[in-house]
């Protein structure tokens, strides 16, 4: 089972990056609701370790900023064995030149010993593949650019390798340091045990060592050193056997094996420290010769290391095992020493112990220009409608248009005719809704926000509209789809990321007319003046023609008969515009829902970095593939994402007489609540499902649309009134 985890914050690239991992992966079980986010790697690599415990397949994706400082962290913290590969190395070399950025050529080629690794077109920021504990994990980039052909690679040697091949890992010759001297008969394990067992009870620290037949050795002293059965337990690792292995499963080097026999031996008693000791391994040389060797391993919780103890000379055979365990001891006794020390320079210092210290909070640059903000508009407006309740139902997402949270992310688009016209055959973004992901509609639950204190009211003053997005927000972003097209997505994957739960259908038979405001037009016609009036030439062509997709859909819903309220119509269209109505049309493309009826598909010009419900905006039903928190990337780089609109408090009066028939007096704070949203921006704004207006109560979008006649861009606002003078 494949499951996904990155951290909650992204910038937008990356959560571009983990949109185009999740459509590419859908069909190999990645679905939405095996997509873990967090606020740390810390709490990433816990839960990333538990499933690998599970026998989980694992897929750590990474911020590319960050990418090879986590990938060096990951690796300690799961205990592999660092090594740097030299095929990274090559394909870096074979690629950069002067115009390449400067990079770091260490960082760039380190991965697990053992492991598969996954290039990018370039070398850089390449991915990885190794057995961990009882699963499988890989580590990718959140890289828009690079990720296509890491994924590529992962897939086909990793998903849908043949059982029969076995995917080509990193091997290295281990260095031969540490090696017994030829002339040494015999050896005392004992003073290295001993020395040991006194580190631990020392420090207070427990170690487990993996069972083997060098483990018992040490076991084989409990009558010679006191104290040892107190601080070392053993324990028995017990391996599946290799011919019950998934046929997709990686091969596990040695030295991996025994890094996860030290780890298992830690994780299993809850022990400071782990250690094992490989059985005697052998190997040819080039001259002809003999290679014997054995690992050891120690583990500790957040790193590991293996090294290889090897001779030439068979007379060596019977001291080999010994000389491994003697290193091993000696190797965790450095360990403590190291551990004591610091301990020591910390109490004669006087400074807190690191682990002690309380973990800091760090605010993101984005929330310190929210606090900014905040700040601001608390200075200059004294009196700000706090007065809000809101529906924590009301919408299925809590994102932050700017911090996508990645577990509402996923495509959900099937094809009936398989590859799309048009696309690149190797990028099939056709995916099936998963049963139970339909967004829920609102519910009765509500939350009351607090009211702030507020000076003596006015009856004069000013309201001011602080309003995210252009349009109703349902359905498709037209700024969002140029967007998405600009980083390379084709017009399926971008109404994929929008009519959530559709399927594309081909072969349709267009009609010869399409009727608007009363008038038939030739359906090519119609449709390249509606692109053109909607979007126009500026826009990318995959935008384009998922629009132009839309457009038909939804003129194919009402029956081709449509009135000037459906969309813009007029404009002489452009070459680009005719250009992507022939596409669409050449295949027959539309939207259906449940078999092949044709979908609702409405669209709108910004959202405000996440789409709301139809229920939202036009209530009484709910619309299961228009339940919104379709998270619109680069919506927030348009311009217009924000806009502002201000009004007097008397001109307020006389707008809400006029359009509602309700007279409004006294203070003028009080004449507007807003009642519920979607928290579409954050907890305290969204696109408003319902507003008290006077006493009466209407939708956020009857507000915006018949009561402010659209003076306001998008029901996705925060209202401030500012009394005279203040």
Avoid at 57 to 79: C, H, P, Q, T
Avoid at 82 to 94: G, V
Avoid at 265 to 278: I, K, L
Avoid at 535 to 540: A, D, K, L, V
Wanted: net charge negative.
């Amino acid at each position: 089972m494949l499951k996904l985890f990155t951290l909650e914050n992204l910038p937008a690239s990356s959560a571009d990056a983990v949109y185009k991992i999740c459509l590419t992966l859908e069909k190999y079980g990645l679905t939405d609701d095996k997509v873990f986010t967090f606020e740390n790697y810390d709490e990433l690599f816990d839960s990333a370790l538990r499933a690998l415990q599970d026998g989980e397949r694992v897929i750590i994706a990474a911020d590319s900023a960050d990418y090879n400082s986590v990938k060096r962290e990951m690796i300690g913290k799961f205990l592999l064995d660092e090594y740097s590969s030299p095929n990274i190395a090559e394909r870096i070399s074979q690629n950069a030149d002067d115009g390449t950025a400067s990079f770091d050529m260490e960082s760039e080629c380190i991965i697990p010993r053992g492991a598969l690794f996954h290039l990018s077109p370039d070398g850089l920021h390449s991915g990885f593949s190794c057995a961990v504990l009882n699963g499988t994990l890989t580590c990718l980039p959140l890289d828009f650019v690079r990720v296509d052909a890491i994924l590529e690679d992962y897939i086909a040697s990793v998903l849908e390798a043949p059982q029969e091949s076995e995917p080509e890992t990193e091997q290295a010759e281990e260095p031969d340091d540490n090696e017994p001297d030829e002339e040494e008969q015999s050896f005392d394990i004992a003073p290295s045990v001993g020395a040991m067992v006194s580190a631990l009870i020392q420090l207070s620290k427990t170690a487990a060592f993996a069972t083997g037949e060098a483990a018992m050795q040490v076991y084989n002293l409990y009558d010679r050193i006191d104290g040892l059965s107190d601080v070392v337990n053993f324990v028995e690792i017990v391996d599946e056997d290799e011919d019950n292995t998934d046929e997709n499963e990686l091969a596990e080097s040695d030295s991996v094996k025994t890094i996860r026999h030290a780890r298992e031996a830690m994780f299993n008693t809850e022990s400071d420290f782990g250690a094992a000791v490989s059985d005697i391994l052998t190997s040819e040389n080039e001259d002809g010769t003999t290679n014997y060797f054995a690992y050891i391993a120690v583990a500790e919780k957040k790193r590991a290391k293996a090294k290889k103890i090897n001779t030439t000379n068979p007379n060596d055979l019977e001291l080999l095992l010994p000389h491994c365990v003697a290193i091993l001891c000696d190797t965790l006794t450095e360990k403590l020493d190291d551990i004591r020390k610091k301990e020591e320079e910390r109490e004669t210092s006087g400074a807190v112990p690191e682990e002690k210290k309380p973990e800091e909070k760090k605010l993101s640059k984005g929330m310190l220009i929210f606090i900014a903000a905040v700040l601001i508009v608390a200075a200059i407006t004294p009196v700000i409608l706090v007065k809000i309740i809101w529906s924590k139902e009301d919408t299925t997402t809590t994102m932050n248009p700017l911090l996508y949270s990645q577990s509402d992310i996923s495509s959900q688009t099937q094809s009936t005719s398989g590859a799309f016209p048009g696309i690149d055959s190797n990028v099939n973004p056709s995916t099936q809704a998963n049963a139970g992901t339909t967004p829920r509609e609102p519910t009765a639950t509500e939350y009351s926000a607090q009211p702030t204190a507020a000076p003596a009211p006015s009856n004069s003053g000013k309201f001011t509209f602080y309003v995210f997005g252009y349009g109703h927000g349902v359905g498709m972003s037209q700024h969002g789809a140029d967007y998405l097209a600009s980083q390379g997505w084709n017009y399926a994957q971008i109404l994929a990321n929008y009519y959530y739960g559709t399927t594309l259908v081909t072969g349709d038979t267009y009609p010869e007319t399409i009727k608007y405001n009363g008038s038939d037009y030739k359906t090519r016609e119609y449709l390249a003046s509606a692109l053109e009036s909607e979007m126009g030439s500026s826009f990318q062509k995959e935008a384009l023609k998922a629009q132009a997709v839309a457009l038909y859909t939804f003129a194919k819903y009402y029956n081709y008969n449509l009135g000037t309220d459906s969309n813009a119509f007029g404009k002489a269209p452009s070459q680009a515009c005719y250009d992507a109505v022939d596409e669409i049309m050449k295949y027959g493309l539309y939207i259906a829902y449940s078999g092949t009826e044709p979908a609702l598909t409405p669209f709108h010009s910004i959202s405000a970095g996440i789409t709301t419900s139809f229920y939202n905006v036009w209530g009484k039903t709910a619309v299961p593939y228009l339940g919104g928190g379709r998270p619109s990337y680069g919506d927030y780089q348009a311009d217009g994402f924000k806009s502002t609109y201000s009004v007097s408090s008397d001109e307020m009066k006389k707008i809400i007489k006029n359009k509602l028939n309700v007279d409004v007096n006294g203070d003028p704070s009080t004449w507007i609540t807003i009642i519920s949203h979607d928290r579409a921006v954050n907890e305290n704004l969204g696109y408003v499902s319902s507003i008290n207006v006077g006493g009466k109560v209407i939708s956020g979008n009857d507000f915006r649309t018949k009561v402010m006649e659209g003076k306001i861009r998008s029901h996705c606002f925060m209202l401030v009134y500012t009394p005279d003078g203040q």
